[in-house]
């Protein structure tokens, strides 16, 4: 059994605080046998904004051939998605809000088509990450973003209790995050916790 794993790395700034998030949990996943991991870098991945046009609730896909049309399949097959994004303006990023709007496709699918999302034999066992970072230390800097996630993730059959957060405020400039006192330990439990539970979810 092969375990896969698709992450966006969602920032616009390549290798940033977010991304260094992400690449912790990455490698600390990819040392356990049998799965197989999936970076994808939105800024290179071609993923336009929603065009709120709603047809997909009529042709069950999006009318843009983009970026989305090879993502869209990855999400459906991935066992875990992991998601890392900054706060920009006290709410996600827009790269990582382009690709939330998009899966509008799969709202429409669920909710208006009455059409499964995933396998009827996969709901329930998929699980979902979100990584975050921020350059303020208020406690409330992550407060506008979580509704969106929870949006993204509820459409594609991550249900809310399946989803993990680590989020990681008071880091602002590039690299900053490589001097915060737990967040690469963070990072490396969460990793080690989130595929110990999907193994025993597929199992079962």
């Not at 509008?104 to 396998?119: A, C, E, G, T």
């Not at 590039?174 to 990072?187: C, R, W």
């Amino acid at each position: 059994m092969v375990i896969k794993i698709l992450a966006f790395a969602g920032s616009p700034r390549r290798g940033g605080n977010s991304e260094t998030l992400l690449d912790w949990v990455l490698n600390m996943i990819s040392h356990e046998p049998d799965v197989m991991v999936e970076k994808i870098i939105l800024t290179e991945a071609n993923v336009n904004p929603c065009r709120g046009c709603n047809l997909c609730e009529k042709l069950n896909k999006c009318v843009q051939r983009d970026g989305m049309d090879v993502i869209h399949d990855k999400i459906v097959q991935a066992d875990l998605i992991i998601l890392a994004a900054p706060i920009y303006c006290m709410g996600i990023n827009a790269q990582a809000k382009s690709l939330i709007d998009r899966a509008q496709v799969f709202r429409s699918r669920k909710y208006v088509l009455k059409l499964p999302v995933v396998p009827l034999d996969r709901k329930g066992k998929r699980l979902g990450i979100f990584l975050s970072t921020a350059g303020q230390t208020w406690d409330y800097v992550f407060d506008a973003a979580i509704p969106s996630v929870k949006c993204f993730f509820h459409v594609i059959e991550v249900r809310d209790r399946d989803i993990h957060y680590l989020m990681i405020n008071g880091v602002d400039e590039k690299g900053a995050i490589l001097s915060h006192p737990t967040a690469s330990q963070d990072a490396k439990r969460l990793a080690s916790t989130v595929i110990s539970e999907l193994r025993q979810r597929l199992r079962g």
